[in-house]
C-alpha cells in the first residue's frame, strides 16, 4: 500500500460518511423542488411561510453546526452524530403529520437542529491521514453531489405518487437507513485529544502551517461558494428555459453528465494539489476556473459552450468542495477538530441561506442575467483578492 492510496479504513470512512450525509441530503433535496406547490393546501400558508419552511432547514444549521461540533470534541464523534440523525428522523415524523404549515415549518426546524455536516467532516479527518484527506473528502462530496442529481430525476414522480404527507415519511426512512450505517459501515473514531491545562489551541502550530489557506479564507471561500451554487440553481434554470428552450424535465440531461466530467478530472487534480499542498495562489486559480465557467454560461448561446462551461463550474466547485474541509481538518488542532469544522461549516450553511435570499431578491429585481452577473463577477473580485493576498505573504 502506497502512501498514495487510500487504506480500507480511508476507503471505509469515505464511502461511509458519503452515504450517510447523502442519505439524509437525498431527504431534503426530494422536498425542496415541488415544496411550494405541494404546500398550497396546507391550513394557514401564504408564499412567506412557505419560503420561510424551505429556509428554517439551513437556518438551523447554519446555528448548530459548532455546537455539534465542540459538543463532538468532547463526548465523541459517533454519539453526537447518532444524536443529529435522530433528530432529522424525528422532525421528518413530524413534518409527515402536520396538516398546517406551522408544523411543517416546526418539522423542518427540528429536522435542521440535526447538524451533524461539522461532526461527519471532523470523523473523516479523525480517521484518514492527511495526503489522503482531499481524496477521502471528494467520495463525500460526490456523494452529496449524486444526491442531489438523483433528487433532480425523482422528485417529481416521487411527489405524484406519494404526496408531501409521503415525501417526509421518506425523508424519515432514509434518516434511519443513514443511522444504521453508522453503526455497520462507518468506521470508530480514534480517541480525542482533549486538552485540559489552560485554553485549547484551534489551530496546530508548527512549521509549514503558515504556508496553507488560512482558516479566513476557508470560511469566507465556502460562503461565497455555497452562495454561488444556491443562486445559480435558483436563475440559471430560468435561462436554460428562456434561452435555449430546455425545459425543467430535461435539465437533468445537463446536469448529470457535466457532473461526472467533473467526477473523473477531479481525482487526478486532487492527487497532484495533494502532494505539494494547497496553497492561496492555488485556491484563486481555482476560482479564476469557476469565474469563466460563470461569465461564458451567461454569454454564450451554443449548448455545447454551455456544456463545456458548467462542466468548469462543476469542476472547481468539486475541487473546492473536496479542497477546503480536509485544509480546515489540517489546520484544526485535534482537540477541537470539531469545533472548528463546526464554524467552517456554519459559514457553509450561511452561504446557502444567502445565496437563496440574494438569489431570489436579484431574480426579482433585474432578472435572471442581472442575477447571474453579481454572482460571477462576486466570484472573479474574490478571485483578485486571494491573488493579491497570496502576493502580500510571499
Not at 30 to 43: H, K, M, Q, T, W
Request: charge should be positive; proline fraction near 4%; hydrophobic fraction near 55%.
Amino acid at each position: 500500500m502506497t502512501e498514495k492510496a487510500l487504506n480500507k479504513t480511508e476507503l471505509r470512512a469515505g464511502l461511509g460518511l458519503g452515504l450517510v450525509l447523502a442519505f439524509r441530503m437525498l431527504g431534503l433535496f426530494l422536498i425542496v423542488p415541488v415544496f411550494s406547490l405541494l404546500a398550497r393546501d396546507l391550513e394557514g400558508q401564504t408564499p412567506l411561510l412557505i419560503g420561510l419552511a424551505i429556509g428554517i432547514y439551513g437556518l438551523a444549521q447554519a446555528l448548530l453546526q459548532q455546537p455539534f461540533g465542540h459538543l463532538s470534541d468532547r463526548i465523541g464523534r459517533r454519539p453526537v452524530l447518532l444524536f443529529g440523525l435522530s433528530l432529522f428522523v424525528l422532525g421528518g415524523i413530524v413534518a409527515a403529520y402536520s396538516t398546517t404549515i406551522n408544523g411543517i415549518i416546526l418539522g423542518r426546524a427540528i429536522q435542521g437542529c440535526g447538524a451533524v455536516a461539522s461532526v461527519a467532516l471532523a470523523l473523516a479527518g479523525d480517521i484518514t491521514r492527511p495526503a489522503s484527506r482531499s481524496i477521502v473528502m471528494a467520495i463525500i462530496g460526490m456523494g452529496i453531489g449524486a444526491a442531489f442529481l438523483l433528487s433532480i430525476l425523482i422528485s417529481v414522480p416521487l411527489a405524484t405518487l406519494l404526496g408531501l404527507q409521503g415525501l417526509f415519511v421518506l425523508t424519515a426512512i432514509l434518516g434511519l437507513v443513514a443511522i444504521a450505517l453508522v453503526f455497520w459501515v462507518v468506521p470508530a473514531a480514534p480517541a480525542i485529544l482533549v486538552i485540559t491545562d489552560g485554553p485549547s489551541p484551534e489551530v496546530t502550530a508548527g512549521p509549514g502551517v503558515h504556508a496553507h489557506v488560512p482558516l479566513w479564507v476557508l470560511n469566507i471561500g465556502i460562503f461565497v461558494l455555497h452562495a454561488s451554487m444556491t443562486m445559480l440553481f435558483i436563475n440559471f434554470p430560468r435561462l436554460l428555459e428562456q434561452e435555449h428552450q430546455w425545459f425543467l424535465v430535461e435539465h437533468w440531461k445537463l446536469y448529470v453528465p457535466t457532473m461526472m466530467i467533473s467526477a473523473v478530472i477531479v481525482f487526478p487534480l486532487l492527487r497532484k494539489i495533494g502532494r505539494e499542498s494547497l496553497t492561496v495562489s492555488s485556491l484563486a486559480w481555482i476560482l479564476l476556473l469557476q469565474s469563466v465557467g460563470m461569465i461564458t454560461l451567461i454569454l454564450t448561446g451554443s449548448m455545447p459552450l454551455v456544456f463545456i462551461a458548467l462542466s468548469l463550474y462543476f469542476l472547481s466547485f468539486n475541487l473546492q468542495e473536496a479542497l477546503f474541509p480536509a485544509q480546515v481538518s489540517i489546520l484544526a488542532a485535534e482537540g477541537n477538530r470539531g469545533k472548528v469544522m463546526g464554524r467552517y461549516t456554519t459559514f457553509q450553511f450561511l452561504g446557502s441561506f444567502a445565496g437563496g435570499i440574494l438569489g431570489g431578491l436579484l431574480l426579482g429585481q433585474f432578472g435572471y442575467d442581472g442575477a447571474l452577473w453579481f454572482m460571477a463577477v462576486t466570484t472573479l473580485v474574490w478571485f483578485i483578492v486571494l491573488l493579491g493576498f497570496s502576493r502580500s505573504t510571499k
